[in-house]
């Protein structure tokens, strides 16, 4: 039969009943072969091809017992009866087995009768043991529990009662894995005669093939494996008493290496890592040898993880060796061994790699002549005028880079400077002539200089920060250098970034000339326009590359826009075609409440009070009241609802980062505590429970997009600093696909012309991986031991930051494959554009109906999600564009579902042998997708694992706050100081002005909170830290109110989740349910879909789930059959040209109809012509009452929604 590859039974009339059973099931396993076959019966598969059937189509049903045997004691000679009654499809046969044998039919003494039963005739001291029904049809079989058959000899009915005692005892016992037997002995005495039970590990023991009850009740185990390792009790017992013993079993399985030590090379002073992973049975020892003597521990060695780690700090020349690691137990021992090799130090002499150039300054302003030494060791910086060595003072500086500053120039500085960078393998030098002129007039004299500087300042930082995080690949990555790599804007995006940063830097240093040389008062506010001309405003627009970015879209190419997004979101609304585009400014619903009124950050100015009283810093803020080390399981919601909130934000936000990580100076933000753009570092707290080696965390400003804050003076009007989002505000699969047009291109499969995405490397038994970054990417080598593979690469450069997010784009790239192949077949004659465009759409609708119809009553509870409302119609007049305050805080509510632990299962829901997985390992880590069993098992692990329970006590867990990129900072990140220090840096509002935008209670005091903060505690500690009410950051207030009945945020968030959530639905022309979108039909299966069915069609072996993966699978009805779910059919999708439609045929077929008709058609003419006039009658009244209406609604001039959901318009 395995070389069977066609088979045609096609005039035989098949009886497809549970007889053919095992050859639909070899159908199943062996797909392709051909089978030309139809059932002739039963009625219910009549016509039904064989080749399409499955297994669960016939009706068999595996044996189950409704009456299993019981002990039985019988006296010498007597009978002894057994019943046993099973059921099944077909019927099962019955078998007896005895101690494991089956019993013999021939033998005239036993009987088994129609119904199952076995009689054993004339019972003799033979027959005790244990005996089992077994119950078996083509559907399966079955063992029934084994009951004990007693003789009691003539000789002993005379006997005393007499209670069990023990003969022998089982013993302990050892054996190696796949030992051929092992037995535990244990027999008794008394009478009646004892009966003699064996249970493992508290259950009792059932006997098969490999585990078989003795006749004097020892117990045999053949061909130990791993799990027999356990405990053995014998319970022996009769009417007059019980007794038992209990032993282990240890089964010992010898050392294999899991992780081995690799070889290194270092330079001396250098420190050096080995690992030696290793399991078996018992766990294994690990010692570690130097060549061929035993390591020790000294102040410069150190061994962690039961000795698993082995780090040598400071290496000398005397570490030069080989060293072994041994791994050993009961069963054995092995050993490994890696070469660390010390090379020669590398010495580079001093060279300078930026040179100062000649510059012309004006008197009282300030200069910066540039010096950045590149040298190994480190070298010494010399300045000198005129063959003067400079000195340092009040006026004069030198960066920690090198750079030369002089303020407040005089005609006297003009000269000839020179840099000078020296150590013991070197020299070398650089000089420029300064030129000190007369100012001329109060602004635009310094415009030229200031715009040069400013261009050179900013490109330096961000030339240092690119080299710093990708071109120096022989450095050792750490998660943090990942981290920022993965947020680190590309070429578009920093133009858009460097434009702002330059003109802010440029009128920072223009203002800096300016007061310095006119002695302005800093009393009041700054006014640009009155020392700067039109003229010269114009030339730093347009010089920095601020005024490209304003440029408006072409949305002329109706045949496009009026059918298919735009991948930047740009031409959705036709009358502001720039709303929810990507690179563009967060929308503000309240007024941002900068420290100096447009771009300064809240608490820029310590001392600064607020209603009386300073602002605690965001880390004590998140030791006293959000971090938690205890963890509560919610006891309805999966992991999965939070994974699902993290992969929605990362389609519809992204504040883009600075393009630099270092000040204008050179100072890198993970090495200062002092507030200088873009740095703004989070103080600590004395006394603080982790971080007692540094007073602060480092914490980057985000970029702000040209025409906001500092850089608005540059368009007629002071407009607040706004960030940039990268993303599309829209709810669109950005994150599948990229937020513009490169990034899409790149993302695309173009050596065909099926309209695919690109995939990666498919192994086998598994799916296609996302495509890796290549060569020229992203390195994800954190840790050369654990993997060498690179980053994936998707329509988010956030994919690798979370490997449960990674899982999530995989399966999301493949769904969009399957779709397109699928709508390839239907549609033959479409190009690869029209497949992707529409595989897209349909995508995106997916996402849209999952997360309005299934994710959001759970986030909002039911009364949010009634006032959130049903789809009515596209409004143009809503801006969809994200909110700043949605981004900054609401969305950020997830934080607080994330569990420290993220599950794997394999197929049989059992942990895989790599383990779960700690969160702080999960980051960038791609590598565990291919080495670690693929996405199903970390999938598994998200539907069936309980979310985090958000309590007033416990909101964060620790492994957020305490241990956040642990590895890679040297202050280990703080996520809720982080969202509270990022709230300040976008000047977001307090909570009570937000509670007042909700229309939420007023509040004056702490105490006026307990509607919505309900814990005492909780308020106390608040008061105790902020002392006003009204300075509460409103990430702090929104995460600790008490979630709504029903839902998963309180009151707050719920309120500015709805305000996004009714705009990016209403104010989006794609909106799945427009009319103008889908056509019926396939809307109908868009509402098919659901995440589950995704799971099941795009994971790599996924054949179980829950029907709602948000949704705990113990309160919903378990674990279905992937069959058993609904999907799309993309039938619907087929255009006409690909129909089958012979246009003739039907001609002819209507001309007859016509015939036939025509008489009663004529008749029905009178009618209609009456209907007509009535419905002309009606439609003139409808339009004088629509003429009244819209009179009625001019005199409103605002939008107005319900009391409990304001919000304003842009």
């Known amino acids: 039969m395995p070389k069977l590859r066609k088979l045609r039974l096609d005039s035989n009339a098949l009886i497809c009943d549970c007889s053919i059973l095992w050859f639909i099931r070899m159908l199943e396993n062996n797909e392709w072969m051909h089978v030309a076959a139809t059932c002739y019966q039963p009625a219910s598969v009549t016509g039904t091809s064989l080749a399409a059937m499955k297994h669960h189509d016939l009706p068999c049903q595996q044996p189950q017992f409704e009456s299993e045997p019981n002990d039985v004691e019988v006296s010498f000679g007597e009978n002894a009866v057994f019943t046993c009654v099973a059921t099944g499809e077909p019927a099962p046969e019955i078998l007896w087995l005895r101690d494991s044998e089956v019993i013999p039919l021939n033998e005239n003494r036993y009987e088994i009768f129609d119904n199952g039963t076995l009689m054993v005739h004339e019972a003799n001291e033979n027959d005790d043991g244990l005996f089992e029904c077994m119950a078996k049809n083509v559907a399966g079989k079955a063992h029934s529990k084994p009951a004990k058959m007693i003789v009691r000899r003539k000789a002993e009915e005379h006997k005393s009662p007499a209670p069990p005692v023990f003969v022998s005892t089982p013993q302990k016992r050892f054996a190696k894995i796949n030992e051929t037997s092992v037995m535990f002995d244990c027999t008794a005495t008394g009478f009646p005669k004892p009966h003699v039970a064996w249970y493992f590990n508290g259950e009792r023991m059932l006997l098969n093939e490999r585990i078989i009850l003795q006749h004097n009740g020892s117990i045999l185990i053949k061909n130990v494996q791993n799990s027999d390792a356990g405990v053995y009790t014998c319970q022996v017992e009769n009417i007059h008493g019980k007794i038992s013993a209990s032993v282990p079993l240890e089964v010992t399985a010898p050392p294999s290496f899991i992780v081995v030590p690799t070889n290194q090379t270092a330079i001396i002073g250098d420190n050096v890592w080995f690992t030696c992973k290793a399991k078996g049975t018992p766990k294994p020892s690990i010692k570690w ?573 039911p009364e949010g999600y009634d006032q959130l409302g049903k789809y009515k119609q596209y409004d143009n007049r809503l801006n969809p564009s994200i909110s700043n305050v949605f981004a900054t805080a609401a969305l950020r509510f997830g934080h607080s579902l994330i569990n420290p632990v993220l599950h794997r299962y394999d197929e049989n829901f059992e942990t895989i042998p790599q383990g779960h997985l700690l969160l702080r390992n999960a980051f960038f880590s791609p590598w565990r997708l291919v080495d670690e069993g693929g996405v199903d098992p970390l999938l598994r692990g998200m539907f069936t694992t309980p979310a985090k329970l958000k309590t007033s006590k416990q909101n964060l867990n620790s492994e957020l706050t305490e241990k956040l990129f642990y590895s890679a900072h040297a202050v280990a990140l703080d996520l809720a100081a982080i969202n509270i220090q990022r709230g300040r840096d976008h000047a977001i509002p307090p909570y009570t002005k937000w509670r007042q935008f909700c229309n939420m209670s007023e509040v004056n005091d702490f105490d006026d909170l307990s509607g919505e903060i309900s814990d005492k505690e909780v308020r106390d500690k608040l008061q105790e830290l902020y002392g006003s009410v009204h300075n509460i950051d409103v990430w702090v207030g929104g995460i600790l109110e008490d979630q709504v009945e029903g839902g998963k945020v309180g009151p707050l968030f719920r309120c500015l989740l709805m305000e996004q959530f009714v705009r990016l639905r209403d104010g989006d022309r794609f909106w799945y349910e427009n009319p103008s979108v889908f056509k019926p039909d396939q809307l109908r299966q868009i509402k098919e879909t659901s995440l589950a069915r995704i799971l099941c069609d795009n994971g790599d072996n996924i054949d179980t789930i829950s029907e709602n993966v948000f949704y705990l699978p113990e309160v919903q009805d378990g674990l279905v059959s992937c069959e058993d779910l609904p999907s799309m059919d993309l039938r619907f999708w087929a255009d006409c040209e690909s129909c089958n439609f012979d246009l003739d045929t039907e001609r002819e077929k209507r001309r007859a109809r016509r015939d036939v008709d025509s008489n009663i058609t004529n008749g029905r003419f009178n009618k209609l012509e009456h209907l007509q006039n009535d419905l002309v009658h009606t439609i003139e009244m409808l339009k004088k009452r629509i003429e009244i209406l819209e009179a009625t609604c001019k005199a409103n001039d605002t939008l107005s929604f319900s009391n409990e959901f304001p919000f304003e318009e842009e």
């Not at 603080?688 to 914490?699: E, K, M, T």
């Open 289 to 861: 040898y130097r060549n061929t003597v035993i390591l020790p521990i000294t102040e410069n060695i150190v061994l962690s993880d039961d000795n698993q780690n082995l780090t040598l700090l400071e290496v000398t020349r005397d570490d030069d060796a080989i060293y072994h690691c041994r791994a050993e137990n009961d069963g054995g021992m092995i050993e490994a061994s890696a070469v660390l090799t010390l090379e020669q130090v590398e010495i580079i002499p001093p060279r300078i790699v930026l040179k100062p150039e000649d510059m012309d300054a004006f008197k009282e302003t300030s200069v910066q002549m540039p010096c950045e030494i590149e040298s190994v060791p480190p070298a010494s910086i010399d300045w000198r005028k005129d063959g003067s060595r400079i000195v340092e003072d009040d006026r004069i500086s030198i960066t920690v880079i090198g750079s030369l500053i002089i303020r407040n120039v005089s005609v006297t500085d003009t000269g000839r400077y020179e840099c000078s960078a020296f150590n013991d393998y070197g020299r070398d030098t650089a000089s420029v002539f300064l030129t000190v002129k007369d100012n001329l007039l109060p602004g635009d004299a310094y415009v030229n200089i200031a715009l040069t500087q400013a261009m050179r300042d900013v490109d330096q930082a961000i030339e240092r920060t690119v080299d710093q995080l990708f071109k120096n690949r022989s450095a050792v990555v750490n998660i943090g250098d990942l981290y920022r790599m993965t947020r680190f804007p590309n070429a578009p995006e920093r133009e858009v970034a460097r434009a702002a940063e330059i003109y802010e830097r440029t009128l920072d240093k223009l203002k800096e000339y300016i007061q310095s040389g006119k002695k302005l008062s800093t009393a009041e506010p700054f006014n640009y326009q009155s020392v700067l001309s039109n003229q010269h405003l114009e030339v730093i627009a347009r010089l920095s590359g601020c005024v490209a970015h304003r440029e408006e879209k072409d949305c002329s190419d109706m045949c496009y826009h009026s059918k298919y997004r735009s991948l930047d979101g740009s031409c959705n609304n036709f009358a502001h075609p720039m709303w929810g585009t990507s690179l563009s400014g967060f929308r503000r619903i309240l007024y941002p409440i900068y420290e100096n009124g447009f771009s300064q950050p809240i608490g820029w100015n310590k001392d600064l009070k607020y209603n009386g009283f300073t602002l605690p810093s965001a880390r004590l803020i998140s030791t006293a009241i959000i971090t938690t080390t205890e963890i509560t399981q919610d006891i309805e919601i999966t992991h999965m609802t939070m994974q699902w909130g993290q992969w929605l934000d990362h389609d519809l936000d992204h504040a883009l980062p600075p393009v630099s990580s270092q000040t204008w100076d050179g100072v890198d933000c993970k090495k200062t505590c002092d507030y200088a753009p873009p740095c703004f570092p989070i103080d600590v707290p004395l006394n603080d429970p982790r971080v007692n080696n540094r007073r602060c965390i480092d914490f980057i400003r985000t970029s702000s997009v040209c025409g906001s804050g500092t850089t608005s003076v540059l368009f007629g009007t002071l407009q607040t600093r706004e960030q940039i989002n990268q993303l599309t505000s829209f709810l669109d699969a950005s994150q599948v696909y990229g937020f513009e047009k490169s990034v899409a291109e790149d993302l695309r499969d173009l050596t065909n012309d099926n309209g695919l995405l690109r995939v990666g490397a498919t192994f086998p038994g598994r799916k296609p991986l996302l495509p890796t970054s290549g060569l020229n990417g992203m390195d994800c080598r954190r840790n050369l031991e654990e993997s060498t593979r690179s980053c994936f690469v998707a329509g988010d450069i956030r994919a690798n930051e979370q490997i449960g997010l990674a899982a999530m784009h995989t399966i999301w790239m493949r769904e969009h494959n399957r779709i397109a192949l699928q709508l390839k077949a239907l549609n033959p004659f479409w190009d690869g554009d029209r497949v992707y465009q529409e595989a897209r759409k349909v995508v995106g609708a997916q996402m849209q109906f999952i997360t309005y119809e299934h994710w959001l009553p759970i986030i909002l509870g």
